[in-house]
């Protein structure tokens, strides 16, 4: 009944219906973030979400949506391999539209943004289900996703200088973090773009940029302490991100004002975490 009543919503453009509260509605689509099939959590949910929130229909009401999108950060946090992940991936992917909506048109005070951004930071390193797609239910997709809202919160007026360091360092936290399994899904790619776009606010000095690099090249360079231990998950992580920085650094649109400097620290990471293919050998 659920599903027929949405595909009507969607039919007719996703005007917010007349014939039920705004409260009701958003109170079903926030339980539906969690919902194992992907065309109700996906296609219905957070489309639909994403879209009023982006048509303004929260306007009036963005901060305690926001607020419902933290408190799902939480839901099951810490479990792994249960579908309690779907929840806080995209209450994480609405909480950025939330972010996102502000900062087109202010309309949240700029501590309650902050505390958005610690709790964005608070998931993204505890989060331990690391699924990219799960076979019958979809993506889950926990890191990219919360990438993507750290990357638009990146680019927040209300996130200085000291907050952006912070998401730097959340990202090297989360990049060098012990795994259990290799990350393919895109997810070093979406963790660079968060990098990305903190670079491209113009406020970060190399003098706090290149240190922060030689922290990564250094778990990138790093070698497993067990023979048993796959050496992929103790650096894999780390050498997949800096080689995904340079790309979005070298190829990628609005490149920051200090892009040439930057490439040339990242030439140099990459030759230290690439000795096999990058350095010279001596015959």
Same mark, same amino acid.
């Given at each position: 009944?659920?599903?027929?009543? !949405? =595909?009507?919503?969607?039919?007719?453009?996703?005007?917010?219906?007349?014939?039920?509260?705004?409260?009701?509605?958003?109170? =079903?689509?926030?339980?539906?973030?969690?919902?194992?099939?992907?065309a109700?959590?996906?296609?219905?949910?957070?489309?639909?979400?994403?879209? !009023?929130?982006?048509?303004?229909?929260?306007?009036?009401?963005?901060?305690?949506?926001?607020?419902?999108?933290?408190?799902?950060?939480?839901?099951?946090?810490g479990e792994r391999d249960t579908d309690t992940v779907f929840r806080r991936s995209f209450s994480g992917l609405v909480l950025g539209e939330c972010i996102a909506r502000d900062i087109e048109r202010p309309l949240v005070v700029g501590s309650k943004v902050l505390e958005w951004g610690d709790r964005l930071a608070t998931w993204l390193l505890r989060e331990r289900d690391l699924r990219g797609f799960v076979p019958g239910k979809g993506w889950a997709h926990a890191l990219a996703h919360g990438a993507d809202a750290m990357a638009t919160l990146a680019r927040s007026p209300h996130v200085a200088r000291p907050e952006l360091t912070v998401i730097l360092d959340v990202v090297a936290d989360r990049v060098l973090m012990p795994i259990e399994r290799p990350l393919t899904n895109d997810e070093a790619d979406r963790l660079a773009n968060i990098t990305m776009e903190v670079l491209r606010r113009e406020?970060?000095?190399?003098?706090?940029?290149?240190? !922060?690099?030689?922290?990564?090249?250094?778990?990138?360079?790093?070698?497993?302490?067990?023979?048993?231990?796959?050496?992929?998950?103790?650096?894999?992580?780390? =050498?997949?991100?800096?080689?995904?920085?340079?790309?979005?650094?070298?190829?990628?649109?609005?490149?920051p004002e200090g892009r040439s400097d930057l490439l040339l620290v990242m030439v140099d990471a990459l030759r230290t975490t690439n000795p096999h293919t990058l350095q010279q050998r001596s015959r």
């Open positions: 009944m659920a599903g027929a009543y !949405w =595909e009507q919503v969607h039919a007719s453009g996703l005007a917010v219906p007349s014939d039920r509260a705004l409260d009701d509605l958003t109170a =079903e689509l926030t339980t539906m973030l969690g919902d194992t099939d992907p109700l959590r996906d296609g219905t949910a957070y489309s639909t979400l994403a879209t !009023w929130v982006g048509r303004g229909v929260y306007d009036d009401l963005l901060t305690g949506l926001g607020d419902g999108m933290a408190t799902g950060l939480g839901v099951g946090l406020l970060l000095s190399l003098s706090i940029v290149e240190p !922060w690099i030689a922290r990564l090249v250094a778990g990138a360079s790093a070698r497993a302490t067990r023979n048993d231990h796959d050496p992929s998950l103790t650096r894999g992580n780390a =050498e997949s991100f800096l080689r995904s920085l340079y790309l979005q650094l070298a190829l990628g649109q609005r490149p």
